[in-house]
């Protein structure tokens, strides 16, 4: 039996968690994405509302809602993660693998501990580039190139243009964007907000893999 999820138990209520309970939720979510990764599937919808409390909630998570899932072989896909979680390359409609996942657990996590969602607003282009200016990529254009869709839709240069034919605005990503502050507020544990920036990679190559996620500082250490 199963309890309620994060955003019911904690988001909504705006309920502070402790860093103990952040790394329970972190550490249960590792290793389902570690048994996914081994089945060769990607959930492709990580956000707070699939991830549930057991009954018990000394024991742990469980993820849900495995609608959008989809095995690594099979990855031709437009339209994937809820909009706030949606990782870059999907956005672009580039190849993508299990580092979306990871993207989405970021997020999650930055939202769990802020009770702030990351990227709030209304167009993907808008949330793009605050992804670009978290990390400082710079790249967008080659990124872009591996996709037709990212391409002409909606890539200028290094911004990005919202809207259709003669009839858009150009959303340029500000020099600098630090996650740090927001989770300082909360006291936040220095590795977590180590852990959360290494999963908000911009590139999905160097971003962190559920292996070495799982041997991060924070998921280790006893609090």
Same mark, same amino acid.
């Given at each position: 039996m199963l309890g309620a999820s994060l955003y019911s138990a904690i988001i909504k209520p705006n309920i502070a968690i402790s860093m103990r309970e952040a790394q329970i939720i972190l550490r249960d979510m590792l290793v389902c994405l570690k048994f996914l990764k081994s089945a060769g599937v990607i959930h492709c919808d990580i956000k707070p509302e699939n991830i549930l409390y057991r009954l018990d909630q000394s024991k742990g998570i469980k993820l849900i809602d495995f609608g959008s899932a989809t095995f690594a072989n099979d990855v031709d896909y437009d339209y994937l993660q809820t909009r706030p979680y949606r990782a870059p390359e999907i956005i672009l409609g580039c190849y993508f693998d299990f580092a979306v996942d990871m993207w989405s657990l970021g997020c999650v996590m930055y939202e769990?501990?802020?009770?702030?969602?990351?990227? $709030?607003? %209304?167009?993907v282009q808008e $949330?793009?580039? +605050?992804?670009? /200016? &978290?990390? =400082?990529?710079? @790249? &967008? #254009?080659? *990124?872009? /190139? *591996? /996709? +037709?869709k990212g391409r002409k839709s909606f890539v200028l @240069? $290094?911004? *990005? %243009?919202? =809207? #259709? @034919? $003669? #009839?858009? /605005?150009?959303v340029i990503p500000k020099q600098e964007c630090d996650i740090s502050v927001d989770l300082k507020e909360r006291n936040c544990d220095p590795h977590l907000i180590d852990f959360i920036k290494r999963c908000l990679v911009f590139d999905p190559a160097a971003r962190l893999k559920v292996e070495d996620a799982l041997n991060h500082e924070f998921a280790r250490k006893n609090i």
């Open positions: 769990i501990v802020t009770n702030k969602v990351l990227f $709030n607003y %209304k167009t $949330n793009m580039a +605050k992804a670009m /200016s &978290l990390t =400082g990529f710079t @790249g &967008l #254009e080659q *990124l872009a /190139s *591996l /996709s +037709k @240069g $290094n911004a *990005l %243009k919202v =809207g #259709e @034919g $003669n #009839e858009f /605005s150009v």
